[in-house]
C-alpha cells in the first residue's frame, strides 16, 4: 500500500493550503484515513482523521480552521487549511489504518505517506 500526499507549500499567515493524499496497490477495507504533522524538533502530532462514513474528529489547534474529506472511490483524503497561522509549519503525513474506525494515536495507523512540507510565513 502506497500514499501519495501532495498540496504543500508556502503561504502568509491567514492564507489556505489544501493537502491531498491518495492510497494505491493494495486492497483496502473502508479503512479510515488521517492527517499527522511534525514541526522541526517536535514529535508527530495527530492533525484530523476521517472514516469511511464521513465522521470526523479534529485535533483542538485546527478545530475551525482545518476540514478533513475524502472521495472514496478513489480512496484519496483531502485536508483543506485555512486561516494559517506560523505555529502551524510542519510536515504533512497522511495515514492510513486497515480497520474503520479514526483514531488520534501515530500508533493505530499502519500506513503512511511521505510527508508534503507546509511553511507558513508570519
Known amino acids: 500500500v502506497q500514499l501519495q500526499a501532495s498540496g504543500g507549500g508556502l503561504v502568509q499567515a491567514g492564507g489556505s493550503l489544501r493537502l491531498s493524499c491518495a492510497a494505491s496497490?493494495?486492497?483496502?477495507?473502508?479503512?479510515?484515513m488521517g492527517w499527522f504533522r511534525q514541526a522541526p524538533g517536535k514529535e508527530r502530532e495527530f492533525v484530523a482523521t476521517?472514516?469511511?462514513?464521513?465522521?470526523?474528529f479534529y485535533a483542538d489547534s485546527v478545530k475551525g480552521r482545518f476540514i478533513i474529506s475524502r472521495d472514496n472511490p478513489g480512496n484519496t483524503v483531502y485536508l483543506q487549511m485555512n486561516s494559517l497561522k506560523p505555529e502551524d509549519t510542519a510536515v504533512y503525513y497522511c495515514a492510513a489504518r486497515k480497520v474503520r474506525g479514526i483514531a488520534t494515536m501515530t500508533s493505530s495507523y499502519d500506513y503512511w505517506g511521505q510527508g508534503t512540507q507546509v511553511t507558513v510565513s508570519s
Open positions: 496497490g493494495g486492497t483496502f477495507s473502508r479503512p479510515a
Open positions: 476521517i472514516s469511511w462514513s464521513g465522521n470526523t
